[in-house]
């Protein structure tokens, strides 16, 4: 299910998908942040596809006028968690309320895994 919103000119349909692949987008400009951890098993499929999926690590729900985000993300190592997990938080409630007009109520960041740089 998605948002609908209507306006004088018609009406509007944004996937949760759609809002997902934003989040993810705006997630992985990210400093500190080096991937993001899949909780779908349907990102191994397009993995194997050689496809890149923006969404992967990505869960959004939307609850009345509200969206939820869930990101699962992999920091690089030596990095302040907090700081990246703070500047994850701001930057996809900034990007997606600003892309698609939505409230985002909640940005929760899920630290999955620590990964050495080369």
Avoid: P, W
């Avoid at 050689?50 to 939820?68: F, M």
């Avoid at 500047?87 to 892309?99: C, G």
């Amino acid at each position: 299910m998605g948002k609908e919103i209507r306006t004088n000119l018609g009406r509007i349909d944004i996937s949760e998908e759609v809002i997902a692949t934003i989040a993810g987008a705006a997630a992985i400009e990210c400093y500190g942040l080096v991937g993001m951890a899949s909780k779908k098993s349907s990102d191994k499929f397009t993995e194997l596809l050689g496809r890149e999926n923006l969404a992967k690590g990505v869960v959004v729900s939307i609850h009345g006028d509200e969206v939820i985000v869930d990101l699962y993300i992999i920091v690089g190592y030596g990095v302040k968690i907090s700081e990246v997990a703070s500047n994850v938080m701001e930057r996809v409630r900034y990007t997606t309320e600003n892309l698609t007009g939505l409230k985002v109520a909640q940005v929760n960041v899920n630290v999955q895994g620590v990964r050495v740089l080369e």
